[in-house]
């Protein structure tokens, strides 16, 4: 169960738009819709942002959008806000009833 | 809703044993799944197992198979995370977090445990 493959980084100017994606395989991503996203801001818990691919928890921001195609999930944050700067972790069920983060991704506020 | 609160850091030789323990607020607390999250300094976000607070139904990630114990006590609200014999390579903090049964969002953690190993 390696990781799900994310970029290390991606930036944006406040207001803009960013899309991180998560790639998996047919086991993960592709065979269902368990897909979550969640926020780690230093020295911080991680906070569930998206799940079952593109829906909100209570609180979220609709800023914060999901979407998911074949095997790779992604996660739209718009109008881009010096808050949202922080680490992006994408976490998929596994077949046999585990689960299995992403790499990780830095979003950086220009 | 549920909370979760994590006991406090600690700093461990190798070779010794340690339990970590996850308390859960709310009458609620046995219809979720608890997991257990390693991060090592600077990396990312690693799953270690998970545990069904009811029935005590455990999965644990290939990886830490056989190296990790999880176990619950559904009568004092409370999972836990052991190890028989710590490594230097163990340091890390460590999350508990919640998914209630049916569900696969895990919407309520810890705030977490820092374990450091070191001679």
């Known amino acids: 169960q390696s990781a799900l493959t994310q970029p290390a980084s991606v930036s944006g100017s406040p207001g803009q738009s960013i899309t991180i994606s998560c790639t998996g395989t047919s086991s993960d991503v592709g065979g269902h819709n368990y897909v979550s996203w969640y926020q780690q801001h230093p020295d911080k818990a991680p906070k569930a942002m998206i799940y079952d691919v593109s829906n909100r928890p209570s609180g979220v921001s609709s800023r914060f959008s999901g979407s998911k195609s074949g095997n790779t999930a992604s996660l739209t944050i718009s109008g881009l806000q010096a808050e949202d700067e922080a680490d992006y972790y994408c976490n998929s069920y596994v077949r046999g009833g585990t689960y299995v983060f992403g790499s990780g991704t830095k979003v950086t506020v220009l | 809703e549920v909370q979760l609160v994590q006991s406090g850091a600690e700093v461990k030789q190798p070779g010794e044993s340690l339990k970590l323990s996850c308390q859960g607020s709310?009458?609620?607390?046995?219809?979720?799944?608890i997991g257990w999250v390693r991060q090592m300094p600077g990396t990312g976000l690693e799953w270690m197992g998970l545990?069904?607070?009811?029935?005590?139904?455990?999965r644990y990630r290939p990886s830490f198979e056989g190296q990790i114990t999880i176990s619950a006590d559904k009568s004092i609200s409370t999972a836990y995370l052991q190890w028989s014999s710590l490594q230097a390579s163990d340091t890390g903090m460590y999350f508990c977090?919640?998914?209630?049964?049916?569900?696969?969002?895990?919407?309520?953690w810890g705030q977490g445990t820092l374990v450091t190993v070191s001679s």
């Open positions: 545990i069904h607070v009811l029935d005590s139904d455990t």
């Open positions: 977090a919640g998914a209630r049964h049916g569900t696969a969002v895990w919407n309520i």
């Open positions: 709310g009458n609620s607390f046995a219809t979720y799944w």
